[in-house]
């Protein structure tokens, strides 16, 4: 009862990122406005960064070791790449100009699963996921609030919309827990599936909209989000 308690919390507050990082975008916007514009698009290449080591330095570790260091992670990170391409395509997130959004979705849920796997499996870095993915949440909230509302909608219908993402986290942590606590090869394989998905992710509409020119602010935010998540690591004893 207690580790299904955790798993409610960690991933609660991890989603609470989502609209706590939409309310700071519902500031008023910065003057001048390159001001705004460099700190935007630091935020996307921060939240770009986390998920990059998110990857590198939890995701991909975990979920080979999970797998017992089975050739079955390469077509199990390709597949995952594969897939997020094709819901991309099925969606239009191009052309709906809201890829923020429904990447951080795409992310956010995988990721709370492999949690509540963590969490079945005693994990001693599932808290460290749960640090990571709110991490990352923060500046995809602000961005994502942004392209909601460059799209019409109003501020309260945007927060409203943010906020109910939140229970996303508390689902998908209950599910990994109570599905994939005795499966530990099944748990390691979605980590690798969502490794190859988020990647896709990072480079296909991530790091494109970070990109400014002439600037440096946004490649620096890319390599402080990936410290981060070398950091957390390091303190969780990586």
């Known amino acids: 009862m207690?580790?299904?308690?955790?798993?409610?919390?960690?991933?609660?507050?991890?989603?609470?990122?989502?609209?706590?990082g939409g309310l700071l975008a519902s500031v008023e916007r910065f003057r001048p406005h390159?001001?705004?514009?460099?700190?935007?698009?630091?935020?996307?290449?921060?939240?770009g960064g986390i998920l990059l080591g998110a990857v590198a330095v939890v995701l991909v570790p975990e979920g080979k070791a999970l797998l017992g260091g089975s050739?079955?992670?390469?077509?199990?990170?390709?597949?995952?790449?594969?897939?997020?391409?094709?819901?991309?395509?099925?969606?239009?997130?191009?052309?709906r100009e809201a890829p923020q959004l429904m990447g951080m979705i795409l992310d956010f849920v995988p990721e709370?699963?492999?949690?509540?796997?963590?969490?079945?499996?005693?994990?001693?870095?599932a808290p460290l996921l749960a640090l990571l993915i709110g991490l990352q949440n923060l500046p995809e909230g602000f961005n994502a609030y942004r392209e909601l509302r460059d799209q019409g909608r109003t501020r309260h219908a945007t927060l409203t919309t943010m906020s109910a993402l939140v229970m996303i986290g508390p689902?998908?942590?209950?599910?990994?827990?109570?599905?994939?606590?005795?499966?530990?090869?099944?748990?390691?394989?979605?980590?690798?599936?969502a490794s190859g998905g988020i990647l896709y992710l990072i480079f296909q509409d991530i790091a494109p909209q970070?990109?400014?020119?002439?600037?440096?602010g946004p490649p620096l935010g890319a390599v402080l989000g990936f410290s981060l998540a070398l950091f957390s690591r390091m303190l969780a004893g990586g």
């Open 34 to 47: 390159w001001l705004e514009r460099e700190f935007r698009h630091f935020l996307i290449a921060l939240g």
């Open 171 to 193: 689902a998908a942590g209950l599910a990994g827990y109570l599905f994939l606590s005795d499966h530990p090869a099944a748990l390691g394989g979605i980590m690798l599936f």
């Open 210 to 216: 970070s990109r400014l020119a002439r600037h440096w």
């Open 2 to 20: 207690n580790e299904i308690l955790t798993i409610i919390v960690l991933t609660a507050l991890a989603g609470a990122c989502i609209p706590l």
């Open 112 to 125: 709370a699963i492999a949690l509540g796997g963590m969490m079945a499996s005693e994990s001693p870095i």
């Open 71 to 95: 050739l079955w992670a390469i077509p199990l990170f390709l597949a995952g790449g594969l897939a997020f391409f094709a819901i991309e395509r099925m969606l239009g997130l191009r052309r």
